[in-house]
């Protein structure tokens, strides 16, 4: 019986170089799902815990930010609350150029798993066709080759196919990674633009539009990041 590294060896050369790529992919799956199940897992709780305070006490709800500052949501939500004097529109303009740097982050091995799909199956293939060109050339075509011969040669054209089979199978595993990611980063393009308007729906209501129609502001300006409100 045939074990793997026998299979593998077989294979030819073109084997290592997918060999290399099937454990490039695996890293950056392995990587990615643990970035995105960190980031999934927690990344409601700080929605709710800074629009919350947001509401009451603009410190606050900063302060809670700083403390997810490790995670993407944190970052972006921390970007507004920092500003001093921000008006409505540098407060959007924070939003959107942070979520742009985050969503930046989020698809970090993108194009790696798109080169393993585009390469893999090419690199296979170039293992047959070398393969089948070494088995041909082995023939003795037109020499009355023995029955051994053409035995071998059958062998050998199986053999040679299996770089084709481990390329494909090496593309479709990173294919299905990638099409995971990018549904993930997908969604979260459209979680962050909600976040991101309630945050600024709850600025401009409670803090900067009554600032601006009380003729005597009981409480500070908005565009101060000091600014608390009693519940």
């Known amino acids: 019986m045939q074990t793997v590294y026998d ?3 077989k294979g030819g ?11 490039a992919t695996c890293g950056c799956a392995i990587e990615r799902a643990v970035f995105w ?9 700080v929605v709710h815990d800074v629009l919350t305070a947001a509401q009451v006490d603009l410190n606050q709800a900063a302060e809670i930010a700083q403390q997810s500052n490790k995670l993407p949501i944190g970052r972006f939500l921390l970007a507004p609350l920092q500003l ?6 540098t407060f ?8 742009d740097q985050e969503f930046v982050y989020m698809r970090r091995g993108n194009k790696l798993l798109e080169t393993v799909v585009a390469i893999s199956p090419l690199l ?12 041909f050339d082995s023939l003795k075509i037109g020499g009355g080759g023995s029955v051994a011969d053409m035995t071998n040669a059958a062998s050998g054209i199986g053999e040679a196919l299996m770089s084709t089979a481990t390329g494909m199978v090496v593309a479709i595993v990173a294919l299905l990674f990638f099409r ?7 969604n979260q393009v459209d979680y962050f633009t909600q976040v991101g308007s309630k945050l600024e729906l709850i600025y401009r209501q409670i803090w900067y539009e009554p600032y601006l129609a009380h003729p005597n502001p009981p409480w500070p300006a908005p565009q101060d ?4 409100k009693d519940p």
Request: charged content about 10%; hydrophobic content about 50%.
């Open 13 to 23: 050369p073109v084997m290592w170089p997918l060999f290399g790529l099937s454990v």
């Open 124 to 135: 296979g293939l170039l293992g047959t066709v070398t393969g089948l060109i070494l088995t």
């Open 180 to 186: 995971v990611f990018v549904s993930l980063q997908a």
């Open 225 to 228: 990041l000091s600014i608390s």
């Open 92 to 99: 959007r303009l924070a939003l959107e150029s942070t979520g």
């Open 37 to 45: 199940i960190r980031l999934l897992s927690q990344e409601h709780q």
């Open 7 to 9: 299979l593998f060896i």
């Open 84 to 89: 001093r004097h921000p008006s409505p529109e």
